[in-house]
């Protein structure tokens, strides 16, 4: 059987010939494209230069030299086309744009709406680089803005990528928006102690402690009655920066409670009262005064009677005549409980 390779021959010779005849286009389109690259990174750098010069509109420059960028190197990419594909025009190309770009809408819409939160945010310069902010329950530093994501470094280490449509719709807080900011805690004294003196204590306290700034002054206001004393908060002032936060914070605490301890007031530990309702010590007083347990009303008042015989009682009221142990009834054991010369009620 004979083949016949000349057809073949004759496109693989077409190929080779058309591509001899592209290749002036290809190198100009080479050239022209590095061309376009290199004048966009000047220009980016131009415009970052131009902006940065303030610290204000420092961002704001980052993102219009991207922008402009990657507008010179999308337009320079229609220009080389033309020259590599004599046959393309950009009207072509912006025509099927126009068609798709319901299409297109709908698949970049975050992208989208990421892009204008942050050229809104640049323009609005609620925050700028080297802020501390607080976002979406991230805590940190702010590292780069850019034009679909704010980056934050943590105080834990981490780099937390926020879109920016997210940062524009939810509260910030910003932490050094201001030169100072106020830190608080709460210290319960016992309910001995004299509020006013431990005011005096704690405030004596705070103008000692390195860091803690003297206007605006400190306070110690008077909070709450808590479980075991009164709640007492400690109010002061430090430079904004959370560094500074925290290294006052370390010093006031020990600082409040070695002045207190000094000078005898107590800082309780929680307690709780328990309270066994008919086994007050004969001790304890009156019973019918008392305020604690069941009231007795219009009834005789039971005497008082010790733990240990308030504890036979129940094990004779619960054992049976078998010998088998069992839990009896309020009512019986009121019954039982009961006597002749006013005993307790178990």
Do not use: C
Not at 12 to 28: T, Y
Not at 75 to 93: E, K, Q
Not at 205 to 226: H, M, N, Q, R, Y
Not at 279 to 286: H, K, V
């Amino acid at each position: 059987m004979n083949f016949d390779i000349g057809p073949a021959w004759e496109k693989i010779h077409s190929i080779i010939n058309g591509a001899i005849a592209m290749l002036p286009n290809l190198i100009l389109a080479l050239m022209v494209f590095t061309f376009a690259f290199m004048l966009s990174r000047w220009l980016k750098r131009l415009v970052i230069g131009f902006y940065g010069k303030s610290a204000r509109h420092q961002n704001l420059g980052i993102v219009l030299g991207r922008l402009i960028q990657w507008l010179v190197l999308s337009f320079m990419l229609l220009v080389t086309l033309s020259i590599v594909l004599p046959s393309f025009h950009a009207s072509d190309l912006i025509q099927i744009l126009g068609i798709s770009g319901v299409a297109i809408g709908f698949a970049f819409r975050d992208i989208l709406q990421n892009f204008l939160a942050g050229i809104l945010l640049l323009l609005a310069q609620p925050f700028k680089l080297g802020d501390e902010i607080a976002v979406s329950g991230y805590d940190g530093v702010v590292q780069e803005i850019q034009a679909r994501a704010t980056l934050i470094k943590t105080y834990d280490g981490y780099l937390v990528v926020i879109p920016n449509a997210t940062i524009y719709t939810q509260s910030v807080k910003i932490f050094n928006a201001y030169d100072v900011r106020r830190t608080a805690i709460d210290i319960g004294i016992g309910y001995g102690d004299d509020v006013d003196e431990a005011r005096r204590l704690m405030l004596e306290a705070l103008s000692e402690v390195e860091g803690v700034l003297s206007e605006p002054p400190a306070s110690v206001v008077a909070k709450e009655f808590g479980d075991s004393g009164v709640t007492l908060r400690a109010r002061w002032w430090t430079k904004s920066r959370r560094a500074d936060m925290v290294r006052a914070r370390d010093r006031v605490i020990p600082a409040l409670r070695r002045k207190l301890g000094e000078n005898g007031i107590d800082i309780p530990y929680p307690t709780h009262q328990i309270l066994f309702h008919d086994q007050t010590e004969e001790s304890d007083g009156d019973r019918a005064r008392q305020r604690e347990g069941w009231p007795a009303g219009q009834r005789s008042t039971p005497r008082p009677r010790s733990i240990a015989q308030s504890i036979l009682r129940v094990a004779e009221t619960v054992t049976k005549p078998n010998g088998n142990a069992s839990v009896a009834s309020p009512a019986a054991t009121g019954r039982a409980g009961s006597s002749k010369n006013g005993g307790d009620k178990l």
